[in-house]
């Protein structure tokens, strides 16, 4: 199809109104099927404003690439009942070579948590903004704010681009993960900051050459693999890198976290490098004996294989006296665990200390607190 201009369709023509009040969720699903059914590259417009919206599927496949252009704010329904118990909010599924351009979406997420901490019978939440089976996609620009349930989770994806994005919600805010990778592949997330209440990036089974760099996490739980391990049947996670980044006071560092029960899962040819901490409670970490309330895993252990992990040029400070703890499964130590130039102070000025159980591996350079591989 050569020679065909590009169009775009803009969401006011549609009738969507930037009032803040109007539902503009069908204009929105309007100007996605014009766009969709386009043999021409297309972009879709959301001018400045704010476009109240309720839980919308973008559905492929499409014809020829998408541009979603926002200048403006996309907000959900005051009410969070509005989204239900639908899981999404935002969510493209099936669609190839589709690019989300700045903008920002306030999710009004406190009603939710307000809910689920008063101990009410509240619907689950919904996840901000979903990719489900969405190759050769470009998140950039992008601020999410106070999602109800996680921000951005790219799930059974291919070669997707996330850079320039800002995740905020509250330090307390329950579930509210900034970015979720699971059975995915290709997925690079870059100039990031990422300040909620969970892992500021979690990584789920199936994730393979996942790429993280300059990530600015804190408050949150840190970068997460894990946790892992919950069925038997499971895929692993391999070739993960997160270099050139900062946590300031954030829960976790580095963490890998799987059930004590057995599992097929694996974790292999994970590489952290140049890392700062400012404060953070336990910067390194592999915990493999999470069984939250001891609940459907006593005297089990874990099943998952974690082998060849690097940790390389980690500097800063922990707000515990621990800064270093591989926690490993006795059936399955760790193997392979590298340690080069690691400088971790307790507070300011304090000797930290080191926890190593079921774990093997090689050191260079100066380990601090000191090694107990």
């Known amino acids: 199809m050569f020679g065909n201009a590009a169009v775009t369709f803009n969401v006011i023509k549609f ?3 930037p009032d803040g009040k109007t539902d ?31 839980s919308a599927e973008f559905r492929g496949p499409c014809k020829s690439a998408i541009k979603v252009q926002i200048d403006g704010t996309l907000i959900a329904p005051m009410d969070y009942r509005a989204l239900g118990n639908s899981g999404y909010w935002i969510l493209f599924i099936q669609v190839n070579r589709i690019s989300v351009i700045g903008g920002a979406l306030d999710a009004k997420g406190a009603g939710v948590w307000d809910c689920k901490a008063a101990g009410q019978n509240c619907p689950a939440g919904a996840r901000s903004i979903t990719l489900n089976w969405v190759n050769d996609a470009q998140i950039s620009g992008l601020t999410s704010i106070n999602s109800q349930l996680m ?29 979720h990778v699971q059975s995915s592949t290709g997925v690079t997330i ?13 990584i789920g089974p199936g994730t393979t050459n996942l790429w993280m760099e300059k990530i600015q996490c804190g408050p949150g739980h840190g970068v997460s693999i894990g946790s892992l391990g919950r069925d038997y049947n499971e895929d692993g996670v391999e070739n993960v890198t997160l270099i050139n980044s ?16 057995p599992s097929k899962g694996y974790v292999r040819n994970i590489n952290y490098q140049n890392i700062v901490m400012k404060n953070v409670e336990n910067p390194i970490i592999i915990d493999q004996n999470y069984c939250p309330n001891n609940q459907g895993c006593p005297t089990q252990t874990s099943g998952i294989k974690i082998s060849e992990v690097s940790y390389q040029n980690i500097q800063g400070t922990s707000a515990t006296q621990i800064a270093m703890a591989f926690d490993c499964s006795p059936s399955n130590p760790c193997r392979g665990i590298k340690l080069k130039d690691i400088k ?18 090689t050191s260079g350079g100066v380990i601090l607190p000191d090694n107990c591989l």
């Not at 929105?28 to 297309?42: E, G, N, P, Q």
């Open 15 to 17: 009738g969507a109104k």
């Open 24 to 54: 503009a969720t069908q204009p929105f699903l309007k100007a996605w099927a014009s766009a969709c059914t386009s043999m021409a590259t297309s972009t879709i417009y959301v001018p400045k404003g704010r476009f109240l919206i309720r």
């Open 151 to 179: 921000h951005l989770v790219i799930n059974s994806c291919k070669n997707v681009k996330v850079s320039n994005v800002k995740i905020i919600a509250p330090d307390l805010s329950p579930n509210t993960d900034g970015i």
């Open 190 to 202: 870059k100039n990031s900051v990422i300040k909620t209440g969970d892992d500021c990036i979690s």
């Open 246 to 261: 900062v946590f300031s006071g954030s829960d976790n560092g580095l963490r890998i976290k799987t059930w004590a029960r």
């Open 344 to 361: 971790l102070t307790y507070r300011k000025k304090n000797k930290a200390q080191s926890l190593c159980n079921n774990v093997g591996g």
